[in-house]
Structures are given as structure tokens and as C-alpha cells.
């Protein structure tokens, strides 16, 4: 049963949505994770009343123990900063798929508690749902003081670019004591209040049975969850809003589905894992038929976070990647004459064995998207999800916006006939081998709704 999504005018749903004012000049996107991680840290050493930090997860790696170590200080210079740590609780509680699960960043979390006595800096974990498979906390930004710093990147190595690989994301510095406000209260109205949340960094942890009850009574009041703010900006002015999401029609979902459905000339996508729902290939199409512009920037396989090389142990996780390359071959191949008219561009993102998890949409240089929704069924059912939606009228952040997308594309290759994605049969033996059973049995189509 499809969505009625197409009630509505797209156009005045846009324009209805409260929007906050912005100014330009408190408003700057950062290039590369390295400088990212620098002006991270720099926030943090600089902090006056408030920390909160939102992620996915806090790695205990080097650069998760420079992010903490930098938080005890500051917190030990001024005892009244206020600093609180969301994780997803189900990730924080097991190791690295593949890895060894006795050392987990809970326990981590506990050990650096107890060298810390003195210092109380609060590491909760979000049950999103009761198991991890079935939904997880992927909210973004980090509020200090009156800066939200939003990206789709987590705190490990990789992410921040501490060791020689990293993994490419998205990193704005938005200035704005009311979008600022309006996301701390989210975290203190829809977190703090459930006892469904849990400390990490204590030593004993409930179990997913123990707290069956609180998982469910926060996954559903979660669902209905919002940002409160008072809209001050009109339609012609720089402004943003943040906007929430969880479960199938959500406020996230349908603002995807307007931004496309508002398209004049061209809109732009980046998603790390082609498996688009079905929504959306929907949409792409019905801008295409109309003769608009659609490019999307997807990471290569081998820039996929589950890629694992031929010559390492591989697990079905390793095969993801090729279940995202069959789904953009076949893609491809369906829509050949609008590629053909270079209508639809597709580029493929990668840079060695470097890895890319960018996230976002572009419209008609007007309206932007910081977002950490894949676009996939996941992402649009399943895990806790936000945005900032920015509208810019007057394309006061443009020079911005256009440097982003341009060193995005920097380490991509146009992809101008579905012949240049690799072919299924071409694949390693034992990935094609994976690939050919999951099919047949069509488990396939779960694990793509699934991860």
C-alpha cells in the first residue's frame, strides 16, 4: 500500500514549514574530516555553558579517547559546563562486526568513569528499538553552546580522519541560539524523561528483556516526537529548520519526498548505499519524465564502510556493497535514455581505499538538506532520523554550497552507460556465490530493508 503522499501540494508544504532565521556570515561548512575534527575539538576546548553530543557511536580509539580526554578537561576547568553523551545503547554494548566483542566502548565508557572520579560527564544509551537490527539512534549534531555542529560522521579513526584512513562526510557549523535550543530541548524532552534510557558508564547494564517495556514506550513516543521552536523567518529570507523522523510517514520522509517533488531544474543527491525506496525511484522518475535534472553521487563499492578486500576473511556483511551495486546497475540500465540525454547523472565517488558516507540533497540552488538518512527502507522506517533543512532565497550561502558539492566531486567518475558498473557474474567466486543464494531463497530483498 503506497504512502498518500501525493495529497499534497508540495510547493505549500515547504512554505508553511516554520522556518529560522539565519545569518550568513554564522553559518560555514568545513571540507575535509581532518579540519573537521580540528574545529571539532576546538569547539569543545572553547565551550562556555553546554555540551551535548549525539552519534551513533564513541569509539574507544585513538580519536574517541582524544574527543573524551578533551571533554574531561574542559568539564574539570569549569565543573558547570553542561555535557551529555547520546549513543545508540544496542552498538555501544558490541564490538565491530568482525572484531573481538569482549573489549566494547561501554565498558570502555566504565573504566574512564572510574579514573575520573571526580568528574560526572553522563554517556547514555538510546535503545531505539530492542534490537539493533530493527532500529537505531541515527540522529545527528552536536550542540555546543549556541553552535550545531551537524554531520553524518560518528567519533572513531576513520570518521575524523586520525590515522591514515577516513571516511567522507558532510561538516556544518551553524550559529544559532534558536535552532541550538531547539535541539538540546528535543534530547531533554524526548530522552532524559523515558527510562527506557541507560547509563553506559556504569558497570552493570539491563538486558534487552529487562527493559522490554521502557524500549517500547520510548520507541513510541519517539515516533511522534518533534522540534519545538518558534518560526521568526518568512520565504524570502536565509533560514533553517531542523525536522525529526521515525517510522514509515514521518516528518523527515515527507519533506524528502516534497524537496523532489519542488524541483525546477535540478536536484542533487548523495547517498553512501544505493537502495533507494521505492518512493523516491518514483519520484526521480516523474522529475526526469518532466525533462529535469537529476544527479546522484554514490560511493563506489570499494568506498563502501562494508567493502571487505579479497584478501581479508569475508562475512555476509561483505556482501553488501555488491547487493548496492546490483541495485545501481539495474538502475542505470532502466533509465539509459535519460543518462543518454544527460538528463540523469550519475557519479561514483572514490579515493583509494578510502571510504564515503556523505548524505544530502540540493534543489534548484535554493533549498539544501544536512541530513544522516541514507535514503534507503532503513533510514525511512526503521532508525531514529533528522535534518536541518536550509532555505536560501537569495543564495547568500551559495559560494558555500557550490565548493561542497564541487570537492565531493573531485574524486568521482561519471558514469555514462550501465556497462561500467561490474557485472554480477564477474564478481569473486565467493561473493557470487553469496549473491546467487541469497537471490534464490530472496533473503536479499530483507537484508537491503534491513542494513
Not at 544505493?274 to 560511493?299: C, H, S
Not at 562494508?306 to 581479508?312: G, L, N, Q, R
Request: proline residues 4%; charged residues 25%.
Amino acid at each position: 500500500m503506497r504512502i498518500p503522499f501525493i495529497k499534497y501540494n508540495h510547493q505549500k508544504q515547504l512554505d508553511e514549514l516554520a522556518k529560522i532565521s539565519q545569518h550568513a556570515d554564522q553559518y560555514r561548512i568545513i571540507y575535509n574530516p581532518t579540519d573537521y575534527r580540528l574545529a571539532l575539538l576546538n569547539a569543545i576546548k572553547h565551550a562556555k555553558e553546554r555540551i551535548y553530543i549525539v552519534a551513533l557511536y564513541l569509539e574507544q580509539d585513538e580519536a574517541g579517547k582524544e574527543f573524551l580526554k578533551e571533554l574531561y578537561n574542559v568539564k574539570q576547568q569549569n565543573p558547570n559546563l553542561d555535557i551529555k553523551i547520546f549513543v545508540d545503547w544496542h552498538r555501544a554494548q558490541r564490538g565491530r562486526i568482525g572484531e573481538d566483542k569482549s573489549q566494547t566502548n561501554a565498558k570502555y565508557y566504565y573504566q574512564l568513569k572510574q579514573e575520573n572520579p571526580q568528574v560526572d560527564i553522563p554517556i547514555y544509551g538510546v535503545p531505539v528499538n530492542r534490537r539493533e537490527v530493527l532500529g537505531v539512534l541515527h540522529l545527528k549534531g552536536f550542540i555546543i553552546d549556541d553552535t550545531v555542529i551537524y554531520s553524518g560522521a560518528s567519533i572513531n579513526n576513520v570518521y575524523l580522519h586520525k590515522l591514515d584512513k577516513y571516511r567522507y562526510d558532510r561538516y556544518h557549523f551553524i550559529t544559532n541560539k534558536v535552532l541550538a535550543d531547539s535541539m538540546v530541548n528535543y534530547i531533554n524532552d524526548n530522552f532524559l524523561p523515558f527510562s527506557g534510557l541507560q547509563r553506559l558508564d556504569g558497570e552493570n547494564h539491563k538486558t534487552r528483556k529487562q527493559l522490554k517495556a521502557e524500549i517500547k514506550a520510548l520507541r513510541q513516543h519517539l515516533m511522534n516526537a518533534k522540534y519545538h521552536y518558534t518560526g521568526d523567518a518568512d520565504n524570502q529570507s536565509l533560514s533553517v529548520s531542523p525536522i525529526s523522523g521515525l517510522g514509515r510517514n514521518n516528518s523527515l520522509n515527507r519533506t524528502i519526498h516534497h524537496l523532489i517533488n519542488i524541483t525546477q531544474q535540478k536536484i542533487i543527491f548523495c547517498t553512501p548505499y544505493f537502495n533507494l525506496p521505492n518512493i523516491l525511484v518514483r519520484d526521480i522518475i516523474r522529475l526526469l519524465r518532466k525533462g529535469k535534472q537529476v544527479e546522484i553521487i554514490i560511493g563506489d563499492k570499494i568506498a563502501n564502510d562494508f567493502y571487505i578486500p579479497e584478501d581479508k576473511p569475508f562475512n555476509i556483511s561483505g556482501g553488501l556493497p555488491y547487493l548496492y551495486e546490483i541495485n545501481l546497475r539495474k538502475f542505470i540500465e532502466r533509465l539509459q535514455p535519460f543518462i543518454d540525454k544527460e538528463q540523469l547523472i550519475i557519479r561514483l565517488w572514490k579515493d583509494g581505499e578510502q571510504t564515503y558516507h556523505l548524505k544530502g540533497i540540493w534543489v534548484d540552488k535554493k533549498w539544501v538538506l544536512i541530513t544522516g538518512n541514507n535514503l534507503n527502507p532503513r533510514a525511512w522506517r526503521l532508525d531514529l532520523e533528522n535534518g536541518i533543512l536550509i532555505h536560501d532565497p537569495k543564495q547568500e550561502l551559495q559560494d558555500q554550497f557550490d565548493k561542497e558539492l564541487d570537492t565531493i566531486r573531485e574524486k568521482t567518475t561519471l558514469v555514462t552507460h550501465f556497462q561500467q558498473i561490474q557485472a554480477s557474474q564477474f564478481y569473486p567466486p565467493h561473493v557470487h556465490k553469496l549473491i546467487k543464494r541469497l537471490t534464490r531463497i530472496r533473503v536479499d530483498r530483507i537484508i537491503k530493508r534491513l542494513l
